[in-house]
């Protein structure tokens, strides 16, 4: 597992699925089922357009490939990280 203190972008971030399973959920899935924001104003715009809306992003094994889940981006739950909000940098 690569050190945080690498200049790229995580590739995974650990998350509890909707199923209660923790597993791995990209993070550029993430992004682009909920939209990236610009800026602190856009990402108000972002949430404001989907009030209550949910997208749901696999979730998988470490090897990146199983699905074991999903997790829900948005919606009205709030979405659960596993609490140590592990990430992997490119996997």
Do not use: C, K
């Not at 597992?1 to 699925?17: C, E, K």
């Not at 809306?53 to 998988?60: I, R």
């Amino acid at each position: 597992m690569a050190s945080r203190t690498s200049t790229a972008p995580p590739t995974l971030i650990r998350v509890f699925a909707t199923n209660g399973t923790v597993g791995y959920a990209y993070v550029a899935d993430m992004n682009i089922a909920w939209g990236e924001p610009t800026s602190p104003e856009h990402a108000l715009e972002l949430q404001e357009g989907r009030a209550g809306e949910g997208v749901a992003v696999p979730v998988y094994e470490l090897d990146s490939e199983t699905v074991i889940g999903e997790f829900v981006v948005g919606g009205s739950a709030p979405a659960l990280l596993d609490d140590s909000a592990t990430v992997i940098w490119n996997h």
